[in-house]
């Protein structure tokens, strides 16, 4: 954090006593969870973190993806094995604001998005919420699950509370990289303000490697190390991002 003030309050009572998260406003804080319409943003000063941030699985950029996507020739599905007819369920233990796990849910997976930051969590609730209730993304949504903790400490407890099967586990820690756009730059700032950079990402890792049945993906910037640990047994490039595949076992058998 660049000041003293806390991280993130919420502007509204019930909210915040529902997350534990501190009431108040914009004076008190970097940034201020609130409800904007039918939804509830999270932002700070535009000039440092942009647009205020919402999941929107309906419309946007992630539903635009839905539609042009790519379908299953994308670099995540094949890094996540659904190709051909299998389609593995799929734990997102880093699930930020939900894009890959939507991507997952979009081609057919079952998904167990798990975010630790409570502003970030209540975001995805939110937003899966909304999906649920429109005839576009309902079926999608339906696939989608989301439980609030900390995967680095307790993987196991919440995949086994939640039903869904580890047959993949997904893991997109935060990587100190340079972004592109000033966009995306302003975006990385927010997140960094409330995630920190994920450096237990190694510990993570190993604790992934526990759960899955079958594989641990690892997506990267390009040009980023492997996780410190075992090494990737084999790796999918893209332009951009890069993704450490750590495979027990085969999905097609
Ligand atoms: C780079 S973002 C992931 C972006 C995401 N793949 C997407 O498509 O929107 C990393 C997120 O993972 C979360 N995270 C990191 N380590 C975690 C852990 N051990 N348990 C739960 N969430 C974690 C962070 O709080 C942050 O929101």
């Known amino acids: 954090m660049s000041d003293s003030r806390a991280a993130v309050v919420v502007s509204d009572a019930g909210l915040a006593q529902r997350l534990g998260l501190p009431l108040g406003d914009a004076a008190e804080a970097e940034l201020v969870l609130r409800r904007e319409g039918d939804r509830l943003v999270l932002g700070g000063d535009p000039r440092r973190f942009g647009a205020p941030l919402a999941v929107d699985f309906v419309a946007g950029r992630v539903a635009h ?3 042009f996507g790519g379908g299953r020739g994308q670099l995540i599905a094949r890094a996540c094995g659904l190709t051909g007819g299998v389609t593995p369920s799929v734990i997102d233990a880093t699930a930020g604001l939900g894009r890959d796990a939507f991507v997952l849910a979009s081609l057919g997976a079952e998904v167990l998005m798990i975010e630790r930051v409570a502003a970030i969590a209540a975001l995805l609730d939110d937003g899966l919420a909304r999906a649920l209730a429109a005839p576009d993304t309902a079926a999608m949504a339906a ?28 893991l997109d820690p935060m990587f100190p990289h340079r972004a592109k756009s000033a966009l995306v730059k302003k975006e990385m700032r927010l997140f960094r303000v409330l995630a920190g950079d994920d450096d237990d990402a190694p510990r993570l890792l190993e604790a992934a490697l526990d759960v899955a049945s079958h594989r641990v993906v690892v997506k990267r910037p390009r040009q980023a190390p492997p996780i410190a640990g075992p090494p990737p047994r084999h790796v999918l490039e893209g332009k951009t991002s890069r993704y450490d595949l750590y495979v027990h076992r085969s999905l097609k058998g």
Do not use: N
């Open 143 to 170: 696939r989608l699950h989301l439980a609030h903790g900390d995967a680095t400490r307790e993987l196991a407890a919440l995949v086994a509370a939640s039903g869904v099967a580890p047959q993949v586990v997904h």
């Open 65 to 67: 993806r839905r539609r």
